[in-house]
């Protein structure tokens, strides 16, 4: 079990900078529940519950002293599968006040991700709501469970003041150690898990909030998964806890649900991807009885967002735009506050840190001047390698993180985002592995071979299909067939293709080794 670290003159220089410092995520609950401007103001709230700084330390506290009494130690992997909710923000804590490490699991991933990221990160325990009537968390926990020998315990999120203790003091954690692992969207079967540290996300966190003008006066909602680097971070959960703020947890990203939240809670910041950005500016043209005005900033990223819809979002909603263009990786860049709105409806922003390093490459890694390229970076919150030094591959020699991302500038120097390598199709933000699913199919004995590729979708960006060549032409196995084998196999539903086209073969790619990236490439252009 290992992270790849910084080189240590680079380290050397963050420490010295002040970029890296001694605070570690536990500070931001605990440091403002001892201050008594801010112990007093709320903190987290979701539609059932709102808890004080304060409260929420305290109970913090408490379930942390329970996680350590039933044998979580420090340095353990624990994963959360846990709904949106003001539970999550608990149970995050709590883990990290007991020096474990949370590890992202989101509540659509199903057991062929959950039991990839509990066999790879070596999990003891899952933290996952035990009776909901939408889904069956706990039965798939179970299943997981008794696929991955590590696990020894299944803890219920909606129950976790059953688990709670006397508090104790607990050893103060390494800031330059692991704090959390995060599933990488270009997982393959073998997922990519991304490791970062308290002092390297937190910087991050401190940067976002001062591009983002988030101060104790932010109420900020999430309606993203919780668990998702965006909402998390940029500047999200940590950073409005970190000024003071208040965090809004949605249940769900819809108007019908969200929107009553904003009226009541006088939410000022949200984060969408573009599909729900399309779908509140849509609602809101029609419009609404319900009070939006206190909305200020509406973010949209994890997709590139039409430029078109750009410019309708901030005056439907009130609010100004600010794109957001990140990855769980870390390099996270924002348009200006005060950019000109063609750049904030035209651009997807720059790095938020004037550490952040970027390069444009050609295929072969040959530096590109101008643009189009692929982005390669590296940085103070950029991790160098994911964990126990999976997919290389995706590391420069020299370290730098190949973004897949094909980028250039606009001349005031804001990135625009053009496209990406053919092998990940982004759903509307949500990212899938076209690599994976090709796996997934191969085993479906009617297919012989199968390629995934992205085509182009007016509400989602890009969608999947599947290119299936099967054993017996005639007994091709149908959409709902194949979406059917994919759900058993326990693919989350995001993954499953939308589209299936049979074929006889696949095009030449001119060389004599098959090159399935090559040939993805080739049907994504063939414009599916
Ligand atoms: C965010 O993080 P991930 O890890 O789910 O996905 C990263 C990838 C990027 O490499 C890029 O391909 C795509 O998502 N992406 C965008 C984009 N924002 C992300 N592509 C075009 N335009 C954008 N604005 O998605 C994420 C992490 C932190 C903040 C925001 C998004």
């Given at each position: 079990m290992s992270m790849?670290?910084?080189?240590?003159?680079?380290?050397?220089?963050?420490?010295?900078?002040?970029?890296?410092?001694?605070?570690?995520?536990?500070?931001?609950?605990?440091?403002?529940?001892?201050?008594?401007?801010?112990?007093?103001?709320?903190?987290?709230v979701d539609a059932q519950c709102s808890l004080t700084y304060g409260e929420l330390d305290d109970r913090v506290g408490r379930l942390a002293a329970g996680l350590v009494a039933r044998g979580i130690d420090r340095g353990d992997r624990v994963l959360l599968q846990i709904p949106n909710g003001v539970p999550f923000v608990e149970?995050?804590?709590?883990?990290?006040?007991?020096?474990?490490?949370?590890?992202?699991?989101?509540?659509?991933?199903?057991?062929?991700?959950?039991?990839?990221?509990?066999?790879?990160?070596?999990?003891?325990?899952?933290?996952?709501?035990?009776?909901?009537?939408?889904?069956?968390?706990r039965a798939l926990a179970r299943a997981v469970a008794g696929r991955v020998r590590s696990i020894t315990q299944l803890l219920d999120s909606d129950r976790l003041e059953d688990l709670w203790a006397e508090p104790i003091t607990h050893p103060r954690a390494d800031p330059e150690d692991l704090g959390f692992l995060q599933l990488s969207g270009g997982s393959t079967g073998?997922?990519?898990?991304?490791?970062?540290?308290?002092?390297?996300?937190?910087?991050?966190?401190?940067?976002?909030?001062?591009?983002?003008?988030?101060?104790?006066?932010?109420?900020?909602?999430?309606v993203l998964p919780a668990g998702h680097n965006f909402p998390m971070s940029s500047p999200g959960i940590l950073?409005?806890?970190?000024?003071?703020?208040?965090?809004?947890?949605?249940?769900?990203?819809?108007?019908?649900?969200?929107?009553?939240l904003v009226q009541r809670e006088r939410v000022t910041m949200v984060g969408l991807v573009p599909p729900l950005a399309r779908l509140w500016t849509e609602t809101a043209e029609r419009g609404?009885?319900?009070?939006?005005?206190?909305?200020?900033?509406?973010?949209?990223?994890?997709?590139?967002?039409?430029?078109?819809?750009?410019?309708?979002?901030?005056?439907?909603?009130?609010?100004?735009?600010?794109?957001?263009?990140?990855?769980?990786?870390?390099?996270?860049?924002?348009?200006?506050?005060?950019?000109?709105i063609d750049e904030v409806v035209t651009t997807q922003g720059?790095?938020?840190?004037?550490?952040?390093?970027l390069r444009l490459v050609d295929e072969?890694?040959?530096?590109?001047?101008?643009?189009?390229?692929?982005?390669?970076?590296?940085?103070?919150?950029?991790?160098?390698?994911?964990?126990d030094g999976r997919s290389p591959e995706s590391f420069a020699p020299d370290g730098w993180y190949r973004t897949g991302d094909v980028v250039e500038f606009s001349p005031a120097g804001n990135l625009i985002v053009r496209g990406r390598d053919a092998d990940r199709i982004n759903r509307g933000g949500e990212k899938v592995s076209a690599e994976q699913v090709e796996e997934h199919l191969l085993a479906h004995p009617q297919i012989r071979d199968a390629i995934v590729v992205a085509v182009p979708d007016s509400y989602l960006g890009e969608?999947?299909?599947?290119?299936?060549?099967?054993?017996?032409?005639?007994?091709?196995?149908?959409?709902?067939?194949?979406?059917?084998?994919?759900?058993?196999?326990?693919?989350?539903?995001?993954?499953?293709?939308?589209?299936?086209?049979?074929?006889?073969?696949?095009?030449?790619?001119?060389?004599?080794?098959?090159?399935?990236k090559r040939l993805r490439e080739l049907l994504t252009a063939a414009g599916a």
């Amino acid at each position: 079990m290992s992270m790849t670290l910084w080189p240590p003159e680079l380290a050397d220089d963050y420490r010295a900078r002040g970029v890296w410092t001694g605070v570690v995520f536990d500070d931001l609950i605990a440091g403002r529940a001892a201050d008594p401007r801010f112990a007093d103001r709320a903190a987290v709230v979701d539609a059932q519950c709102s808890l004080t700084y304060g409260e929420l330390d305290d109970r913090v506290g408490r379930l942390a002293a329970g996680l350590v009494a039933r044998g979580i130690d420090r340095g353990d992997r624990v994963l959360l599968q846990i709904p949106n909710g003001v539970p999550f923000v608990e149970a995050v804590f709590a883990l990290w006040r007991a020096g474990a490490v949370p590890v992202f699991g989101l509540p659509a991933h199903r057991e062929s991700e959950l039991v990839g990221i509990a066999e790879a990160a070596g999990v003891v325990a899952i933290i996952s709501p035990a009776e909901r009537t939408d889904f069956d968390y706990r039965a798939l926990a179970r299943a997981v469970a008794g696929r991955v020998r590590s696990i020894t315990q299944l803890l219920d999120s909606d129950r976790l003041e059953d688990l709670w203790a006397e508090p104790i003091t607990h050893p103060r954690a390494d800031p330059e150690d692991l704090g959390f692992l995060q599933l990488s969207g270009g997982s393959t079967g073998v997922p990519k898990l991304i490791p970062r540290t308290h002092a390297d996300y937190l910087y991050s966190v401190r940067r976002a909030n001062q591009v983002c003008g988030v101060d104790a006066d932010t109420v900020y909602l999430v309606v993203l998964p919780a668990g998702h680097n965006f909402p998390m971070s940029s500047p999200g959960i940590l950073g409005t806890l970190q000024a003071g703020g208040t965090v809004v947890l949605a249940a769900a990203p819809l108007p019908s649900v969200a929107w009553e939240l904003v009226q009541r809670e006088r939410v000022t910041m949200v984060g969408l991807v573009p599909p729900l950005a399309r779908l509140w500016t849509e609602t809101a043209e029609r419009g609404t009885d319900i009070d939006l005005s206190s909305l200020q900033t509406v973010q949209v990223g994890g997709a590139r967002c039409p430029d078109a819809l750009a410019r309708r979002i901030g005056p439907a909603l009130g609010a100004r735009l600010q794109q957001v263009f990140g990855m769980a990786e870390g390099l996270v860049c924002y348009t200006g506050l005060d950019d000109p709105i063609d750049e904030v409806v035209t651009t997807q922003g720059r790095p938020m840190s004037e550490l952040d390093q970027l390069r444009l490459v050609d295929e072969d890694g040959a530096p590109v001047t101008g643009g189009p390229g692929f982005l390669e970076t590296q940085g103070p919150y950029t991790i160098r390698g994911y964990w126990d030094g999976r997919s290389p591959e995706s590391f420069a020699p020299d370290g730098w993180y190949r973004t897949g991302d094909v980028v250039e500038f606009s001349p005031a120097g804001n990135l625009i985002v053009r496209g990406r390598d053919a092998d990940r199709i982004n759903r509307g933000g949500e990212k899938v592995s076209a690599e994976q699913v090709e796996e997934h199919l191969l085993a479906h004995p009617q297919i012989r071979d199968a390629i995934v590729v992205a085509v182009p979708d007016s509400y989602l960006g890009e969608r999947s299909c599947a290119y299936v060549i099967a054993h017996d032409p005639a007994a091709t196995p149908t959409l709902p067939e194949i979406r059917g084998f994919l759900r058993g196999a326990g693919l989350a539903e995001w993954k499953l293709p939308d589209a299936v086209k049979a074929v006889a073969d696949f095009p030449e790619t001119g060389v004599g080794k098959v090159s399935r990236k090559r040939l993805r490439e080739l049907l994504t252009a063939a414009g599916a």
